[in-house]
């Protein structure tokens, strides 16, 4: 082999690495950008779905069950709104109960999950839905991390309103 031929194999050998670094530097840049947009897609859409959906469009055994039992007083509520009532009526595990069938579907197993339900004027705070993985990291020691809120009023008659309410979204890994 030459010396020209030898230069050129390690011109070829240095650029292949060269551009094999950078693909992947390249390649783990965007696959953590995704991530943490994933995330906060995730939360964005729990938390728009729980106060922008109706409780009549939930088709479920249980939802019939509270229409069944007069316990949904006003088939116009949101989710959010008859979490509200519910919980302003004492009714913290119909409460509870709503929030698990509604988000069930929307959790990742591999992503720490809490919603929770804040009164602006008494202070209380309650988890209504949790959801921890195998894996217990705290919200504040995760690598990736989002959290939203929400304020929320709830109409009964037209006439009567409960709040405010303030709905948490944390999701963590």
């Known amino acids: 082999m030459n010396k020209r031929s030898q230069i050129f194999l390690f011109d070829l050998i240095f650029a292949f690495v060269i551009l094999t670094v950078t693909l992947a530097l390249f390649y783990a840049y965007y696959l953590d950008v995704d991530e943490n947009t994933n995330i906060y897609d995730l939360n964005m859409n729990i938390l728009n779905g729980f106060t922008n959906t109706k409780i009549n ?33 004492g ?23 809490v919603l929770s339900l804040e009164n602006e004027t008494g202070g209380n705070y309650t988890v209504l839905y949790e959801y921890p993985t195998v894996h217990r990291i705290s919200f504040e020691n ?17 006439s ?11 999701i963590w890994k």
């Open 57 to 89: 469009s939930l088709n479920d055994v249980e939802i019939r069950d509270f229409f069944i039992q007069y316990k949904i007083t006003n088939i116009d509520n949101s989710v959010a709104e008859q979490v509200v009532e519910f919980h302003h009526n």
């Open 160 to 170: 009567e309103f409960y709040g405010p309410y303030v709905f948490k979204v944390r």
């Open 91 to 113: 009714q913290s595990e119909d409460a509870s109960k709503l929030t698990r069938i509604f988000v069930q579907d929307y959790v990742d197993k591999q992503m720490n999950f």
């Open 142 to 158: 995760s690598t990736i991390a989002t959290s939203s809120e929400r304020l929320i009023f709830s109409f009964q008659n037209q």
